[in-house]
């Protein structure tokens, strides 16, 4: 197990789920470097397996896959030393259109999810080990899409809960909540929304995925070790002045421009 013998979490095994694209693949690369043994998951097939880095399929939303991770973690390295809840997904629906079965999706992925991965895999941790749970501000906020808002909101309850009951176990959990990170899950925000939202964001620009990496590698490194229960906006300081009306009101007009040209057109 001493790949590396150097680095912020050097020889830690570190899962992260959600890690095929975007924010997870960025961690896991990053983990990586700093000496980690990282296992990215994903429900999809992951393009890449690097030096430290081993792609594992997992859909969040089975206990049946996490039992099954649990297993092969357990046979090939006996323990976990961090867990990253990154695997997320969106959806825009409003509260008067937002159907059952996407508000039922959208939790069993955002919540249901980091749930499950908590449960099912604390007897691998050991005293010392860090989870760290991706949420969103839309977690700190009456953001207009229901689902996700609320998926995000019951992640960030969790987190709260989850720092209390391991923390017995010797296990701390944070929650990290990102701002306007550019990914490709924001890549058919329309650009007058995008405009609008860079407008509530005090430094004036959309972040980066490198922007978040830093906070997650020093969350799970021992250089946090007496923090738990943290919840970190990285978001460019919007959060500090609370504005999400704007966002909602571009997104509204755009609807309203759309509704009005299906009318128009209707014969």
Not at 56 to 67: C, G, I, N
Not at 105 to 113: D, E, I, K, M, R
Not at 149 to 159: C, D, Y
């Amino acid at each position: 197990m001493n790949r590396l013998n150097q680095g912020k979490v050097a020889n830690k095994i570190i899962l992260v789920t959600g890690a095929a694209r975007g924010m997870g693949a960025a961690e896991a690369a990053a983990l990586a470097r700093e000496g980690a043994s990282v296992i990215a998951a994903d429900i999809v097939d992951i393009p890449y397996s690097k030096n430290g880095i081993t792609p594992k399929r997992l859909d969040v939303t089975s206990a049946a896959d996490w039992k099954e991770l649990r297993d092969w973690l357990a046979a090939e390295y006996g323990r976990l030393d961090g867990l990253v809840n990154n695997a997320g997904i969106t959806n825009r629906d409003r509260l008067d259109s937002v159907s059952l079965a996407a508000w039922n999706h959208v939790f069993a992925v955002n919540s249901t999810g980091p749930f499950l991965g908590m449960q099912t895999l604390a007897p691998l941790m050991k005293p010392g080990s860090s989870i760290v749970n991706i949420a969103s501000i839309a977690a700190t906020t009456g953001h207009f899409p229901a689902a996700y808002t609320a998926s995000k909101w019951a992640l960030r309850g969790l987190s709260r809960s989850a720092s209390h009951e391991m923390g017995r176990m010797g296990i701390r959990v944070n929650t990290v909540m990102p701002g306007a990170i550019e990914t490709p899950m924001n890549d058919n925000v329309p650009l007058s929304v995008t405009a609008a939202l860079v407008n509530e964001i005090p430094l004036g620009r959309r972040g980066q995925v490198q922007d978040l990496v830093g906070l997650v590698l020093f969350l799970l490194s021992d250089d946090s070790a007496f923090i738990s229960g943290a919840e970190i906006p990285v978001d460019g300081g919007q959060t500090s002045q609370g504005g999400m009306k704007s966002l909602s009101d571009a997104m509204r007009d755009i609807d309203q421009r759309q509704s009005e040209q299906l009318q128009g057109a209707m014969p």
